[in-house]
């Protein structure tokens, strides 16, 4: 009797584990397919995107950085008698940067679109607000090297340098939208430790 128990229970727990591996080999291929629709929907995405499509995700980024350095200095400047030096150079340096790079990232752009001459109105006023934002900055920088900067003429140029940026960044939207350029979506938040 306890022989016939024992076998009893012996094949009772091979017949569970051969049914755990049967549907653990079941659930392979389903996660398999998962990972190739993931995989064909990235790819789809990659098709979607637009030749250039991170300059111009660039681009937007650069001049909302000199425009917010721009604003800061005005509203330091307008606020202040006495200006931080060390601050005002550090608010005209990265305004200088993200012009340079906002400079280079137009130019890719203008490079992936040269045979569409619908565009070009529209690249000639980025580079038109690109030049004025520099004569700005430039005047900025000189400004920031004297001894005693002047607030009112940061505040002046600072104000250059946002509304000629401003105005390059709109002149950018309508070229995206012409383009299709779809905007970057919010990263998902972290997933909590464990």
């Keep these: 009797m306890k022989i016939y128990q024992w076998a ?3 094949s009772l727990c091979l017949g569970i584990t051969g049914l755990a591996a049967a549907q653990g080999a079941a659930e392979k291929p389903k996660a398999a ?3 190739e629709e993931a995989k064909e929907s990235k790819a789809e995405a990659a ?7 991170e300059h111009h995700h660039a681009l937007s980024a650069h001049h909302a950085n000199a425009m917010e350095h721009a604003k800061a200095l005005h509203h330091h400047a307008a ?4 200006v931080n030096k060390e601050v005002a150079k550090e608010h005209v340096e990265e305004i200088g940067k993200s012009l340079e790079a906002a400079k280079r990232h137009h130019a890719a752009i203008e490079q992936a679109t040269a045979g569409d001459a619908k565009l070009k109105a529209h690249h000639d006023a980025i ?3 690109h030049a004025t934002a520099m004569q700005h900055h430039a005047a900025l920088k000189a400004e920031v090297e004297k001894p005693a900067p002047d607030s009112n003429v940061l505040k002046e140029h600072a104000a250059g340098v946002h509304h000629a940026i401003k105005q390059a960044e709109a002149e950018h ?5 012409k383009r299709k350029v779809k905007e970057p979506a919010e990263p ?3 997933k909590a430790a464990k």
Excluded: F, I, R
């Design 8 to 10: 009893l229970a012996s």
């Design 33 to 35: 397919a998962k990972g």
């Design 47 to 53: 098709k979607e995107a637009v030749s250039g499509e």
């Design 79 to 82: 606020t202040h008698k006495m």
């Design 127 to 129: 580079h038109a607000h």
């Design 173 to 177: 939207k309508t070229l995206k939208g």
């Design 188 to 190: 998902p938040a972290p």
